[in-house]
């Protein structure tokens, strides 16, 4: 009987909580939505912190000095004194100097001079390299070996090269009975020879990215062309070219660019008289011009008007290949205009 009574004992529910009082439901319910305002907090703002240090390193070194140059741009300034406003005067004397429009036309010749003949050669050199070659792996390495090669050295070498007196460009010339060449007084013959270095040190950089572009290229494009009778040459021309058009727009964006901030290349080629492009400024480029008002003139204003006309240059290319790039896009399919 006494067993009975203790079974029932032991199976009998355990007694009920006591109910939570007002304020412990509450305390609940505020600990519950601060959890949840704390994690959508945390999904948000977690990228941003992320990413955070980017943007205040750019806003340190990249938009803050354009903002400065920009105010610079529209005062008198020289070393060691204090800006005086001038506005839009500055801007006004580029206009009507014939140094800046010099610089100007020679930033474009020998971006046109340097950049045709590149993206050419490296567009030549990407379909070579496309097909199974023995030793394609060392000839890709090999091709990247000009751009990593320091910009002093190799103008250095073509400095030598290039020389009047007694460089071997002169004595090949020599050979086949050609007069020597004054490769850095006069102003065609410098600009060219300032391009073969730009054109040495980027072609295999650019026929990389054309590699990697046409290796995406689908192989059935290919195989459809060769049953229709197509040449390596028809096919380069009919497939690979069009369908590697977006890279072939960057390169020439990126190295259009690359020649309006032409800077090292002509003035180690100059020597001592490189920061003005020459004795007679055959082959100064907006970037020298810049440096040579800022630095060795003291007049940072106009040098930061300089720098200001090259930004606006630069966001008119990019213009133009955001155009170019939308026009691309909204083609219908299968135009050829």
């Known amino acids: 009987m006494a067993t009975s009574v203790r079974a029932k004992r032991d199976d009998s529910p355990p007694p009920a909580a006591p109910p939570a009082s007002p304020g412990s439901r509450r305390r609940r319910s505020s600990r519950g939505r601060l959890r949840s305002t704390l ?55 580029l206009a009507t100097s014939e140094f800046f429009w010099n610089a100007l036309l020679n930033t474009f010749t020998i971006g046109v001079i340097s950049t045709v003949p590149q993206l050419l050669m490296a567009l030549g050199l990407a379909h070579l390299l496309n097909y199974k070659l023995r030793g394609r792996g060392f000839f890709r390495v090999a091709i990247l070996a000009p751009y990593a090669t320091s910009i002093a050295a190799a103008t250095l070498v073509f400095a030598q090269l290039f020389n009047t007196d007694y460089g071997m460009i002169n004595g090949l010339l020599g050979w086949v009975g050609i007069d020597p060449v004054d490769w850095e007084s006069s102003k065609w013959p410098a600009q060219i020879a300032i391009s073969v270095i730009v054109t040495w040190r980027w072609t295999g950089y650019n026929a990389l990215i054309y590699l990697a572009a046409m290796q995406a290229v689908p192989q059935d494009l290919y195989e459809a062309a060769s049953l229709d009778g197509a040449s390596r040459l028809r096919q380069f021309i009919s497939v690979t070219v069009p369908s590697i058009r977006p890279t072939i727009l960057f390169t020439i964006i990126v190295s259009t660019i690359g020649a309006t901030q032409l800077f090292g290349e002509p003035m180690l080629y100059g020597g001592s008289v490189g920061i003005s492009g020459g004795s007679g400024n055959q082959f100064q480029t907006l970037s020298l011009l810049m440096y040579e008002k800022g630095w060795v003139t003291g007049a940072l204003g106009q040098a930061s008007a300089i720098a200001w006309v090259m930004l606006l240059l630069l966001l008119l290319i990019g213009g133009v290949q955001a155009l170019v790039s939308r026009r691309d896009r909204t083609k219908p399919r299968g135009s050829t205009s």
């Open 39 to 93: 994690h959508r907090w945390d999904i948000k703002a977690t990228p941003y912190v992320f990413i955070a240090p980017f943007f205040l390193t750019f806003a340190a070194f990249g938009l803050f000095p354009l903002i400065y140059t920009g105010w610079l741009s529209l005062n008198r300034v020289e070393l060691g004194g204090d800006p005086t406003w001038k506005g839009l005067e500055n801007y006004t004397d």
